[in-house]
């Protein structure tokens, strides 16, 4: 696999960021699910086989960043009229001063951009931004449904926060609220049950804090 030498660098920076949040690399490797194997594949799609409608058609993109870019971008890509999606998270640091609510990017690494193909130019200009991610040459659009989703949740309060990228478990489908229709995996934690919902695109999941009655569990031939 051939990178160029900007992409190496932010992928080496996004590797050892990885261990700054307290992630480590392994944890995001991707399960035998039918996802790309990251050495397999480019993460970064350059646009180069791109025909028909999806050319022309807006979609919500992942923009993939360099590490610690991801509200920068966000901000320079909305003053340029880019319509951008930066999921966030709050956590309680304590200072000398105090305790303070800091805001962390739900996504590391990532902002999503609502583009046509044929204005990525735009986005790719923007200090920051590594490439759009994407699979042979080809940028890949996100599902506009789970996007407005998350956007949807995070805006009535949702509360969520990142989780090492998991595929295997409990598949259930949420049946009611601002994810109703969104299918994660669900999981136990202190005592509670807890969704995970994963981007696979972008090998990333999140996990959000929900009533188990709005949780409906899937069957192995359901999709």
Request: hydrophobic fraction near 40%; proline fraction near 7%; aromatic fraction near 8%.
């Amino acid at each position: 696999m051939i990178l160029e030498e900007s992409t190496q660098a932010a992928l080496r920076e996004r590797r050892s960021e990885g261990s700054d949040l307290g992630f480590r690399a392994s944890e995001f490797a991707p399960a035998q699910s039918g996802i790309p194997n990251p050495e397999q594949r480019k993460p970064c799609g350059e646009g180069n086989n791109l025909t028909g409608d999806v050319y022309f058609q807006p979609r919500w993109y992942a923009a993939y960043t360099r590490s610690r870019h991801e509200k920068a971008v966000s901000e320079m890509a909305e003053r340029k009229s880019i319509e951008t999606f930066l999921p966030l998270y709050e956590v309680v640091r304590r200072w000398k001063n105090g305790d303070h609510r800091v805001q962390f990017p739900l996504f590391p690494g990532y902002a999503f951009v609502r583009i046509a193909l044929r204005d990525r130019q735009e986005v790719l200009k923007v200090p920051g931004v590594v490439c759009l991610v994407g699979f042979n040459g080809t940028p890949v659009a996100l599902p506009d449904e789970e996007v407005e989703t998350m956007r949807r949740a995070l805006s009535h309060g949702l509360k969520a926060m990142p989780h090492p990228y998991l595929t295997v478990g409990q598949g259930v489908r949420v049946t009611a609220g601002p994810l109703v229709g969104l299918q994660g995996i669900l999981v136990r934690r202190k005592g509670a049950f807890r969704l995970i919902v994963s981007v696979d695109l972008i090998q990333r999941s999140v996990l959000v804090d929900l009533d188990a009655n709005v949780l409906d569990p899937i069957g192995h031939g359901e999709a």
